[in-house]
């Protein structure tokens, strides 16, 4: 049990754990934020250099119930903990509090992190006192965030782990130190960063090993292109190695994945046992994710029996699967929000679910896609590639906005050429044509080139009668 009794921090703890100096009365603080605007009563204030200096909004905070800061220089409001530099004081607390978590997993990858985290998270929930990252809290500001608020006491934890440029994973993962961490998949995202392309990306999503505690497992996607270079990456960490994927030599191995309208059913082999068992998703690239989390939980002392009654519950994330029903005067259609984040393996993945959904007597296939961000000089090969998924899981029409998307409509045979706009807003402003009665359509696009606004219009074109919709989880500034 999470110990209540104790504080979460108190000024002298945070003192002690940063070398800071107090300076005012000791209090007690109950959650910690660099927003302002977020401030409940009792949380730590910390003023963070970024856009805008975070002293400017220290009086706000402490006006809004912060009973302490930490902060750089002196600020006027309340007690503050003065340390050289903001950033590593959080930094310094997150390790302080890091042993207050028994057992803790970490997840990196280029798709997936945040709903496999999230899944590992409900696993966690029901096998004791757990801890995650909220929302996408996976950079270098969200990870030691993360580890600091966690609560004395917790059983387990995990924590999201991603990266905009080299270098980053591997320390992050030190703050970390994690008894088991996984990479989802490798693929062209934050690619223009990496002079060597994928396989670039792929190094750096294996230093999450680095931070290992010895004898730690590390759990890998055999079934991804580049599993031999992370595996190799984990080898030289002395990490416990665990695989999952579809072919014969995987520690967890797919056997079968079936969508229906309540979910999936999954088939599958754990070391040499064969298992059936429900999923709530029922996107197709949920078959191995699903097998990257059993393998998480087990390492993290969790039961078989607890990791499948987690996953047969785990409803999709906002942006990231959720289905609706749209009734329309003359019938209905699904909409399936994929509108949080897109790349080109996560396109294909939403591509091949699309294409497995049974359509009424008359429905469509429908897809609306807008641009994939941060692909440097290979976006419009990428951005052009999309065709043959497209093709192979049998789309029916395809809706498109933005200049890179352009490409690809322009590509496209006039049998699935559908509208094309230069923003999104313009297409969104003309959701009424881009669907009708028992049509399934998906929406898929990078945060940045929102594809929100899309599927936001659609789910207002009728009253919305929602499935699979549990409250949502959106990010402040999400990495990859």
């Not at 003065?82 to 803790?104: F, H, N, Q, S, Y």
């Not at 965030?145 to 991603?162: K, N, Q, S, Y």
């Not at 014969?248 to 999936?264: I, M, N, V, W, Y």
């Amino acid at each position: 049990m999470p110990d209540i009794q104790t504080p979460l921090w108190t000024a002298e703890a945070i003192a002690s754990a940063t070398g800071g100096t107090l300076h005012g009365p000791d209090a007690s603080v109950s959650g910690l934020t660099y927003n302002s605007r977020e401030i409940a009563p009792g949380d730590l204030f910390l003023a963070l250099h970024g856009a805008r200096d975070g002293h400017e909004f220290a009086a706000a905070a402490f006006a809004a119930g912060a009973t302490v800061a930490l902060v750089d220089r002196p600020v006027e409001g309340g007690p503050y903990v003065l340390v050289p530099d903001t950033l590593k004081g959080l930094e310094a607390m997150g390790v302080a509090a890091r042993d207050r978590a028994r057992l803790r997993g970490a997840v990196t990858g280029s798709v997936g992190k945040t709903s496999v985290t999230q899944a590992i998270k409900a696993g966690l929930d029901l096998a004791g006192t757990a801890h995650a990252s909220i929302k996408s809290y996976n950079n270098h500001i969200g990870v030691p965030l993360t580890l600091a608020r966690m609560p004395h006491g917790t059983d387990r934890a995990v924590f999201e782990i991603g990266m905009n440029a080299p270098g980053e994973i591997g320390p992050l993962s030190k703050f970390v130190r994690p008894h088991a961490a996984c990479v989802t998949t490798v693929g062209p995202v934050h690619i223009e960063a990496f002079a060597d392309g994928e396989a670039g990306v792929a190094r750096e999503k294996a230093t999450i090993f680095e931070g290992l505690v010895p004898g730690g497992v590390a759990v890998i996607n055999a079934a991804d292109a580049h599993a031999d270079l992370v595996r190799q990456a984990a080898v030289a960490a002395g990490a416990v190695v665990q695989t999952f994927g579809s072919g014969a030599g995987a520690d967890a191995r797919l056997l079968g994945f079936k969508a229906d309208a309540e979910g999936a059913r999954v088939t599958a082999e754990i070391d040499g046992h064969r298992l059936d068992y429900r999923l709530a998703q029922s996107g197709v690239h949920w078959g191995l994710n699903s097998l990257c989390v059993i393998l998480m939980l087990r390492a993290l002392d969790v039961s078989l029996d607890t990791a499948l009654e987690a996953l047969a519950g785990f409803q999709p994330l906002a942006g990231r699967g959720q289905l609706k029903t749209v009734v329309l005067p003359g019938g209905a259609f699904t909409l399936i929000d994929e509108s949080y984040n897109a790349n080109p393996l996560s396109m294909k993945a939403g591509f091949l679910s699309l294409g497995a959904r049974p359509v009424p007597e008359g429905g469509r296939r429908i897809v609306v896609l807008t641009d994939m961000l941060e692909l440097g000089e290979h976006s419009r090969a990428l951005h052009e590639g999309l065709i043959q998924p497209i093709a192979a899981a049998g789309l029916d029409v395809v809706h498109a906005a933005g200049m890179e998307m352009r490409r690809l409509h322009d590509a496209l045979p006039p049998s699935r050429r559908g509208l094309w706009r230069a923003t999104a807003a313009e297409l969104a402003a003309e959701a009424n044509k881009l669907v009708g009665p028992g049509d399934i359509v998906m929406v898929k696009g990078s945060n940045g080139s929102k594809a929100s606004l899309v599927a936001a219009a659609l789910a207002n074109l009728g009253s919305a009668d929602q499935g699979n919709n549990p409250s949502g989880s959106g990010a402040p500034r999400a990495t990859r």
